[in-house]
């Protein structure tokens, strides 16, 4: 018998199991009918005895990361070094303008500005660049800001403000980590020591930095000792230039080169870069029913392949699971179809073209290129 066997054992004795259980005892020459002293008596026992019941499967379950949950999870997480992912702080770079549109230079540190609508999201801004935009942090945690782009009000009294702006998300923010997700890599079977600048001491030395999403480690990638990151944001995106310097900083500060006062170890010399982005254009004939739209039709496969590509850039840096080592990517038409197809009014598709070609999207990963998809535009004929 397994611990989810055991539980559900547990979960099936409940409140008549255990009367039933504690009846049977009684000899047949003593009165134990529904209402009777001795029934009566049994009967609240018997309700204590099924909620214990119940919290025996409840701690079978909590005890094993397979079936642990919330913070039991998280006490097994400490027992193997590692701890929940905290959610993290959206990061924006914004401009300030005067009444004569110009940039504003009163704008400081620790300024409250937020965003306009029902719900506004609240920032802080945290730094001042050169050329007077400012780096504002949301007030929250988790990836409810890494959506917004726009105007800002502020909070804190500046009578010359006469606009603010997000101009873009320069470092998105994830959410807390699931439960499932932290399960996984509690999990994983993968039997790889981080030490010594390996690659999967690397991937724990990225793992640490929770405005990194995901990252391919290339080692040796320009002769020995040299190691190339290839970083995404939390939204899987290619990391912004302030997100590779923030990781360069961390791992091997550009000015200390090969010291070893960064996280590499001494002698590394480390390349932060961001992705290069993939553009892949779907072109379909289709036919739709009778009663479908085609304009609600596009809009739904536009949709779904959206999505689609962006499970893709999850699994960017997933290993080539053929040879074990490197990183592997392909777009499949067949796959784009079975997505198409799935869309609500339409009656049949042709196998698409990616690119204008009739062939799979194989994704470049080398020493020089790695490459990440993105849907481009979506063209379909009927």
Not at 42 to 55: E, I
Not at 163 to 174: D, K, N, S
Not at 285 to 302: H, P, R
């Amino acid at each position: 018998m397994n611990p989810e066997q055991l539980a559900e054992e547990y979960e099936q004795r409940g409140y008549e199991f255990w009367l039933d259980e504690m009846l049977t005892k009684v000899p047949e020459n003593i009165d134990k009918r529904e209402g009777s002293v001795i029934y009566d008596g049994l009967a609240p026992a018997a309700m204590l005895m099924a909620l214990q019941s119940q919290n025996m499967a409840t701690i079978i379950r909590e005890t094993y990361i397979k079936t642990a949950s919330g913070e039991f999870l998280d006490y097994r997480a400490v027992e193997h070094g590692t701890q929940r992912y905290a959610a993290t702080n959206t990061v924006v770079k914004a401009k300030f303008e005067d009444y004569e549109h110009k940039p504003l230079n009163n704008v400081v540190v620790g300024d409250r500005f937020a965003s306009i609508g029902e719900t506004p999201i609240f920032y802080t801004v945290t730094k001042i660049n050169d050329d007077l935009t400012g780096e504002l942090t949301a007030e929250v945690p988790g990836s409810g800001a890494n959506g917004y782009i726009g105007q800002i009000l502020p909070v804190t009294p500046n009578d010359r403000v006469n606009w603010a702006e997000i101009l873009e998300v320069t470092i998105p923010a994830r959410d807390e980590e699931t439960d499932e997700h932290l399960r996984k890599r509690l999990l994983n079977t993968n039997s790889w020591v981080a030490y010594g600048g390996n690659v999967a001491d690397y991937l724990d030395m990225i793992s640490k930095i929770s405005d990194v999403g995901a990252a391919q480690v290339y080692p040796t990638w320009a002769g020995p000792g040299t190691v190339k990151l290839v970083i995404v944001g939390n939204d899987y995106r290619p990391a912004s230039a302030e997100l590779v310097h923030k990781v360069k900083e961390q791992i091997d500060p550009e000015d200390k080169t090969t010291e070893g006062l960064g996280l590499a170890p001494i002698d590394h010399r480390v390349t932060v870069v961001a992705p290069e982005m993939l553009t892949v254009s779907v072109k379909s004939n289709i036919t739709l029913l009778s009663e479908s739209s085609k304009a609600t039709v596009e809009s739904g496969v536009k949709q779904v392949l959206d999505d689609y590509f962006k499970e893709l850039r999850q699994k960017w840096n997933k290993i080539n699971q053929a040879t074990g080592r490197g990183y592997s990517l392909v777009v499949y038409r067949s796959q784009i179809l079975s997505k198409i197809m799935t869309v609500e009014g339409i009656a049949d598709a042709s196998l698409p073209l990616l690119n204008d070609k009739d062939s799979d999207v194989i994704l470049t990963f080398n020493n020089n290129v790695s490459q990440i998809p993105f849907l481009g535009e979506v063209v379909l004929n009927g």
